[in-house]
């Protein structure tokens, strides 16, 4: 009697164990693979206002997507354990499942287009232009550098293969600690930029990575658009459209300032492109080409 009493247990036991086990293997799956990079999934949270929403609607997908991920992966490993092949016995087929193919279409189109809600409604907050920025530039792109100009002409250019800090703002934390090439565009922290952004030549392209944010230059287009860098700091950009020889060198850096401290640099720029212009007529000041 007790070898049958005991058969049952020794068989469902162990079966019971490896449900427990895999259950929890499933539910550990995502922490482990999101592991170190959570909270961020190796991407920027964002040091702009419109970063922050951009990075918000990547997490969320990301997300999302580990979600579907794991339990797709969960299900796979599932049913190839569970009905793995024990004999030669053909199991019961199945098909024409109305309910569950109705719900396997159903489902992926209501995630598409709840994904697609948030992704237009974070573009339009990201696109969005405020009735009243702080100061406006027109970036310039060029092959191969970057030129800014200011309210009150001043303009600052910057060649790939000139002076990597032309403003002359960092101050020493710039080259090399951040490798910060190429011209700054020098910004108020926690005020809106208004950004109008053209080519003289062919296309380039404005990313700056903790902006989480990419923007054609392009011939006979003006893209205008705002940017509120939350903090003050440095942040390395760089061209990202392949626009010729020196592409490579195309390096620029955006320099956060306190609205004060922006200010007084803006008003001291301001001050020396006049004193320019009358003694030699130039309208502009140039300071990578001196
Ligand atoms: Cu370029």
């Not at 001043?154 to 934390?173: F, K, M, N, R, Y």
């Not at 020098?186 to 809106?192: E, I, L, M």
């Not at 006979?220 to 592409?247: E, I, K, P, W």
């Not at 320099?255 to 007529?281: I, N, Y």
Request: hydrophobic share 40%; charged share 15%.
């Amino acid at each position: 009697m007790s070898p049958r009493a005991a058969e049952p247990t020794s068989t469902i036991a162990p079966r019971r164990r490896r449900r427990l086990l895999g259950a929890a293997a499933a539910a550990a799956l995502p922490l482990v693979l999101g592991g170190c990079s959570l909270p961020t999934f190796y991407g920027y949270k964002g040091s702009t206002k419109q970063a922050h929403d951009e990075f918000l609607l990547y997490s969320g997908t990301t997300i999302a997507a580990l979600v579907v991920g794991v339990l797709v992966a969960a299900l796979i490993a599932w049913s190839v354990i569970r009905y793995r092949k024990r004999s030669d016995t053909i199991p019961r087929q199945f098909q024409y499942h109305i309910p569950l193919e109705i719900t396997y279409t159903v489902v992926p189109v209501v995630i598409v287009l709840i994904l697609f809600g948030f992704t237009v409604v974070t573009e339009n907050r990201v696109d969005a232009v405020k009735a009243d920025p702080a100061t406006k530039v027109t970036v310039t792109a060029f092959q191969w550098g970057w030129r800014f100009d200011y309210p009150g002409n001043v303009s600052v250019t910057g060649l790939t293969t000139e002076d990597p800090d032309p403003v002359g703002l960092d101050g020493g934390q710039c080259a090399p600690a951040v490798d910060c090439l190429g011209p700054g565009l020098v910004v108020p922290a926690g005020r809106t930029t208004r950004i109008t952004l053209v080519t003289k030549d062919v296309i380039h392209g404005f990313y700056v990575p903790q902006f989480n944010f990419s923007r054609y230059a392009q011939p006979g287009v003006t893209n205008v658009f705002d940017l509120t860098v939350q903090h003050s700091g440095v942040y390395r950009a760089q061209c990202t459209q392949l626009c010729g020889l020196y592409h490579s060198l195309m390096f620029f850096h955006v320099v956060a300032l306190p609205p004060a401290q922006f200010q007084s640099w803006l008003s001291s720029q301001q001050g020396a492109a006049t004193a320019a212009s009358g003694s030699s007529s130039s309208t502009s000041n140039t300071k990578a080409a001196a």
